[in-house]
């Protein structure tokens, strides 16, 4: 999470959607970084609403929150590919030997999951305390480009990325029938990455 407090801007971090990449961008400008450990580098909205947003209440102007997100299918396969690393073999978040149609049966299932297979949804990382989204801009991860030039613009300088924390490789093969299930099952983040229009629309 980054905090500018002279533009009053707050870009969350959500999981697996480039925001390792913009932290180094960035993190020279920001007020406040938040990078470790990972559950407070990755706070959620409503964490910042509760912890973090009355840190800088100075009765100004609000704050515009921003976030990043992926397509549900290329997130989750971004994900398998991340717990498929050397370091996490024999650890169970670990999805090495797993196959990816197995991997994303063991995501839709109902109740308690393995722990490789514990993930949650872009759409409640960004709800607030009564279920909406809470972000003000939300840019798709493939229009990263739009986020860069918006940042660009309120920071007063170029920003370029450099990408980093990519996942290693690894076959991610699905059938039809099994992505139409999975994107059923994450409709809301369907929705979510749809309806993502950055600052178009402001």
């Not at 024999?90 to 839709?108: C, I, K, N």
């Not at 290693?168 to 999975?182: C, I, Y």
């Amino acid at each position: 999470m980054l905090v500018f407090a002279r533009p009053r801007l707050v870009l969350l971090s959500v999981p697996k959607t480039g925001t390792t990449a913009l932290e180094a961008a960035l993190s020279d400008d920001a007020d406040l970084v938040l990078r470790n450990p990972p559950h407070l580098k990755h706070l959620p909205l409503k964490g910042y609403q509760n912890r973090i947003a009355p840190l800088f209440n100075d009765n100004g102007a609000p704050f515009r929150v921003i976030a990043v997100v992926r397509d549900p299918v290329d997130r989750l396969r971004s994900w398998y590919r991340y717990r498929n690393r050397d370091d996490l073999v024999g650890r169970p978040a670990s999805t090495r030997g797993l196959s990816f149609h197995d991997f994303v049966a063991e995501v839709m299932k109902p109740g308690d999951r393995a722990p490789y297979a514990r993930i949650g949804t872009q759409a409640d990382f960004l709800a607030d305390k009564d279920g909406r989204l809470g972000a003000d801009l939300v840019y798709r991860y493939e229009n990263m480009g739009d986020l860069t030039r918006y940042l660009a613009d309120q920071l007063g300088r170029t920003v370029d990325l450099d990408w980093l924390n990519a996942s290693p490789d690894a076959d991610t093969p699905l059938s039809a029938a099994a992505e139409a299930a999975l994107r059923d099952h994450l409709a809301e983040d369907c929705a979510l990455h749809a309806g993502a229009t950055g600052h178009a629309d402001r």
